[in-house]
Nanobody
Framework: QVQLVESGGGLVQAGGSLKLSCAASARTFSSYHMGWFRQAPGKEREFAAAISRGGGGQTYADSVKGRFTISRDNAKNTVYLQMNSLKSEDTAVYYC????????????????????WGQGAQVTVSS
């Protein structure tokens, strides 16, 4: 079992920055690839970014590429999402998730590929 707790959400003006953190309970945190998803009101949960278990591989949704950066610190059992140049359309509840799915040629980008989820953190971008 892995428990995930997000923090760092809040209200920010368009063009601003926020950094989300996700702390994991698992002693085997480095065994999991980690992802960030988001869900806006009335919309399906969508992929934002993912990072491989060792941190050497990252992948992003086109909508956030160049603005968001995912990173992890396995010594601290924590994954981060640095969000810059925020837009009103980035407003959503952000979830971190953990998976043991194969990274390989196609990194895990769908919710069903992830086994464990945090409770979510609200990010609101005002225009």
């Amino acid at each position: 079992q892995v428990q995930l707790v997000e923090s760092g959400g809040g209200l920010v003006q368009a063009g601003g920055s926020l950094k989300l953190s996700c702390a994991a309970s698992a002693r085997t945190f480095s065994s999991y690839h980690m992802g960030w998803f988001r869900q806006a009101p009335g919309k399906e949960r969508e992929f934002a970014a993912a990072i491989s278990r060792g941190g050497g591989g990252q992948t992003y949704a086109d909508s956030v590429k160049g603005r968001f950066t995912i990173s992890r610190d396995n010594a601290k059992n924590t994954v981060y999402l640095q969000m810059n140049s925020l837009k009103s359309e980035d407003t959503a509840v952000y979830y971190c998730a953990a998976t043991t799915a194969t990274w390989g040629f196609a990194p895990p980008k769908t919710p069903r590929e992830y086994d464990y989820w945090g409770q979510g953190a609200q990010v609101t971008v005002s225009s």
